[in-house]
C-alpha cells in the first residue's frame, strides 16, 4: 500500500471517507478528485440513514427501482433543488413516463423499444433527463445491456431513429471476475464513440474503476452499510 490510511480516517463520516478513498484513487492515477462523481446507492436503505448522508452534504443518489424512488424522494425532491436522481435499475419500457418525470439521470438505456418509450416522455413532459448506456461488458445472459459488439450501431440508431444522444456509458461487472477487465473495455468503447462519461465502479471496486477512468461510482454498502435484503439479481 502506498496510501497510508490517515489517522483521522476513524473520525470521518462514511461519505468523507469514501471521497477521501475516490481522492487517493484518483490521485494514484494522476487524475483530478472532483472528476468523479459519487453517486450514493440508497436502493433498500432505510430513510435515518439516507437522512444522515443528505445531511453530510451528499446530493447525488442512485435508485434501482422506480416506484421505491417516487415513494421516498418525492417530498425531498421539492425542497433540495439540488438534488439529482439517477437511475440505476432495469427499466420497463411502460414506466418510462415515470422515469423521465422523476430521474434527473437515466443510466439504464438498452433497446430501441426503451429509447421510443423515453424518446416519447420526453416530448410529453418537456423533461430532458440525461442518458447513459448500460453495456453488458461480461455478455451475462440474464443481466440487461448493450452487448459491446452491438453498442456501434446502438448508439447510431439512438441519433439517428429518436434524436437521443447518450452522456456515457455504464456497466455492471460480472461478480465473479477481475473488475478491471470490464472498466478497461467500457472506457475504450466509450473513447471509440466519443463519449466522456463512464458510470462504473461500486462499493467492492470503486477505487478500481476511478483509475480506469470512471466520471461516477455508484456506492451503496460502503456509505450506509448493508441492505436489509440484498439487491435481487441485476
Ligand atoms: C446496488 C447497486 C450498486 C451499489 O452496490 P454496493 O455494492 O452496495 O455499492 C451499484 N450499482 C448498481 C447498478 C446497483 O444495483
Redesign the pocket.
Known amino acids: 500500500m502506498t496510501h497510508p490510511a490517515p489517522l483521522a480516517s476513524a473520525n470521518l463520516s462514511p461519505r468523507a471517507d469514501v471521497l477521501a478513498r475516490i481522492a487517493a484513487a484518483a490521485r494514484s492515477a494522476g487524475r483530478d478528485r472532483s472528476d468523479t462523481a459519487l453517486v450514493a ?1 440508497s ?1 433498500q436503505q432505510p430513510w435515518s440513514r439516507i437522512r444522515s448522508v443528505l445531511d453530510d452534504g451528499q446530493r447525488i443518489f ?1 435508485e ?1 427501482r422506480v416506484q421505491e424512488a417516487l415513494d421516498r424522494w418525492r417530498e425531498v425532491r421539492a425542497e433540495l433543488a439540488d438534488l439529482e436522481l439517477r437511475l ?2 432495469p427499466l420497463q419500457s411502460n414506466k418510462a413516463l415515470d422515469a423521465v418525470t422523476h430521474f434527473d439521470v437515466i443510466e439504464v438505456l438498452d433497446r430501441p423499444k426503451l429509447a421510443r418509450a423515453i424518446t416519447d416522455a420526453m416530448s410529453s413532459t418537456g423533461r430532458t433527463p440525461r442518458l447513459y448506456v448500460q453495456v453488458n461488458t461480461g455478455e451475462e445472459p440474464q443481466k440487461s445491456g448493450v452487448r459491446p459488439d452491438a453498442l456501434d450501431a446502438f448508439l447510431l440508431a439512438l441519433r439517428r431513429d429518436f434524436g437521443l444522444t447518450a452522456e456515457g456509458l455504464m456497466c ?1 461487472p460480472p461478480a465473479a471476475e477481475p473488475a478491471g477487465l470490464h472498466f478497461a473495455l467500457l472506457a475504450k468503447l466509450a473513447a471509440r464513440n466519443g463519449l466522456e462519461r463512464l458510470s462504473m465502479g ?3 471496486d470503486f477505487e478500481t474503476a476511478v483509475r480506469f477512468g470512471a466520471t461516477s461510482v ?5 456509505l450506509f452499510g448493508a441492505r436489509a435484503a440484498d ?1 435481487p439479481a ?1
Request: hydrophobic share 55%; no cysteine.
Open positions: 446507492v436502493k442512485g434501482n440505476i435499475g455492471i461500486m462499493s467492492a455508484r456506492v451503496g454498502s460502503a439487491a441485476l
